[in-house]
Antibody
Framework: QVQLVESGGDVVQPGRSLRLSCAAS????????INWVRQAPGKGLEWLAV????????YYAGSVKGRFTISRDNSKNTLYLHMNSLRPEDTAVYYC??????????????WGQGTLVTVSS | QSVLTQPPSASGTPGQRVTISCSGS????????VNWYHQVPGTAPKLLIY???QRPSGVPDRFSGSKSGTSASLAISGLQSDDEADYYC???????????FGGGTKLTVL
């Protein structure tokens, strides 16, 4: 079955960096785009970034563009989110979600369980 | 402030039909499909409706989605206590070149 398992969440000081991972299994990883979505405590969902199946296309939300970088290693079936210059407002649970298509319209069909990032001094 | 606007809360009694609205603009709902997710607090979101009105396998037909112009709706009929969750709409936004979510609607089954 499709599984996405995030890891790497931690407590970090403002201004520091962190790398999250999302290990995929149960499907052909190199045929699917993947998204990162986060949820601050008690808040709603916020889309962060998406990467195409082969890593050639990447899109970012304005709130993280220039600070966060999405990447993938198809040989390891793993997605990454490199986060720099972290701020307290980046505190959230970070989810990876598989991108599927209905025609040309995308949607997130499977989600991981999330990993918690806390930015605090 | 979310790009897509949802009511913060909705409620109904068991067996009732409830609808949750999602309002956007020409750059998102007006020109792209809407997807719906639900989330029980403390757990990961799950796909509920995709491409405006398509149900993934395993989602009962009590759940239905529709779209008209720059707005979309999720309808839940035969409300059950298990339906208590947060519901989110989402769409691609052509102006932002990214995916946007609604602020979420907390559904309470009275």
């Amino acid at each position: 079955q499709v599984q996405l398992v995030e890891s790497g969440g931690d407590v970090v000081q403002p201004g520091r960096s962190l790398r999250l991972s999302c290990a995929a299994s149960g499907f052909t990883f190199n045929k699917y785009g993947i998204n990162w979505v986060r949820q601050a405590p008690g808040k709603g969902l916020e889309w962060l970034a998406v990467i195409s199946y082969d890593g050639s296309d990447k899109y970012y939300a304005g709130s993280v563009k220039g600070r966060f970088t999405i990447s993938r290693d198809n040989s390891k079936n793993t997605l990454y989110l490199h986060m720099n210059s972290l701020r307290p407002e980046d505190t959230a649970v970070y989810y990876c979600a598989r991108l599927n298509y209905y025609g040309s319209s995308g949607y997130c069909d499977y989600w991981g369980q999330g990993t918690l990032v806390t930015v605090s001094s | 402030q979310s790009v897509l606007t949802q009511p913060p809360s909705a409620s109904g009694t068991p067996g009732q039909r409830v609808t949750i609205s999602c309002s956007g603009s020409s750059s998102n709902i007006g020109s792209n499909v809407v997807n719906w997710y639900h989330q029980v607090p403390g757990t990961a979101p799950k796909l509920l409706i995709y491409a405006n009105n398509q149900r993934p396998s395993g989602v009962p037909d009590r759940f239905s989605g529709s779209k008209s112009g720059t707005s979309a709706s999720l309808a839940i009929s035969g409300l059950q206590s298990d339906d208590e969750a947060d519901y989110y709409c989402a769409a691609w936004d052509d102006s932002l070149n990214g995916r946007v979510f609604g602020g979420g609607t907390k559904l309470t089954v009275l």
